[in-house]
């Protein structure tokens, strides 16, 4: 079956550091990956978004990287605020179930001042 | 700017009682979704629901599990009999639809179901 997963379950960075999220996925048929982030005693919240027919995309202080070879992705923030501070998700649909948002185990990330 | 919200906040229940959790989702969406977390596990996929049916449903989402759009706002989750295992923080989603390009679902702040 599908399923989506991260290397680590939780990550430490100073304030002002590159953040860098890995995620794994196993289905080769992806279609659409998503980051969210949750903060504590929220629901999770979209981030960036990027097709499987994409390498890159950028957003604001935040960009996702898609390897297709390695079945990998990636989100990077810049510049790491303390409001970074939450669990970030990685997610996934599928042409197969596009109305299926399937989430990874969640990261962890704690900004220290 | 638009929110899914959800009530209640906070449900305690006892083991074997029905509960219906509410959402009220962005006004314009036309897919509403509800996901579950056991607390400090992953979001998980319970169903979806489009042109007043079920679109998609998980493994979780067996016969003690309904969804409902009695109206033109609410859309709700039906718990019939509950199980321990059932307590959880319950997120309603919404989005736009297919037009809009990205499956970007917005979530409520979730109901936390306590089933003792």
């Known amino acids: 079956g599908e399923s989506v997963g991260l290397h680590l379950p939780t990550l430490s960075v100073q304030e002002g550091d590159n953040s860098i999220i890995n995620c794994a996925y196993s289905?080769?048929?992806?279609?659409?990956f998503i980051w969210y982030k949750q903060e504590s005693g929220k629901g999770p919240q979209f981030i960036i978004d990027i097709r499987s027919n994409m390498d890159k995309r950028q957003g604001q202080r935040v960009t996702v990287l898609l390897n297709k070879t390695v079945k990998h992705l990636s989100l990077q923030i810049a510049a790491t605020q303390p409001g970074d501070s939450a669990v970030y998700f990685c997610a996934k649909t599928s042409e197969a179930s596009y109305d299926k948002v399937i989430f990874g185990p969640g990261t962890s990330l704690s900004v220290i001042p | 700017e638009p929110e899914v919200t959800q009530t209640p906040s906070h449900q305690v229940t006892q083991m074997g009682q029905e509960v219906i959790l509410r959402c009220v989702p962005i006004s314009n969406h036309l897919y509403f979704y509800w996901y579950r977390q056991i607390l400090g596990q992953k979001v998980e996929f319970l169903v979806s629901?489009?042109?007043?049916?079920?679109?998609?449903k998980s493994e979780i989402f067996d016969d003690q599990f309904s969804v409902e759009r009695p109206d033109g706002s609410n859309f709700t989750l039906k718990i019939r009999s509950t199980k321990l295992e059932d307590s959880a923080m319950y997120f309603c989603?919404?989005?736009?639809?297919?037009?809009?390009?990205?499956?970007?679902?917005?979530f409520g702040a979730g109901s936390r179901l306590t089933v003792l």
């Open positions: 989603a919404s989005r736009a639809g297919v037009i809009s390009g990205a499956n970007v679902l917005t």
């Open positions: 289905n080769s048929a992806s279609d659409y």
């Open positions: 629901f489009y042109n007043n049916e079920i679109s998609e």
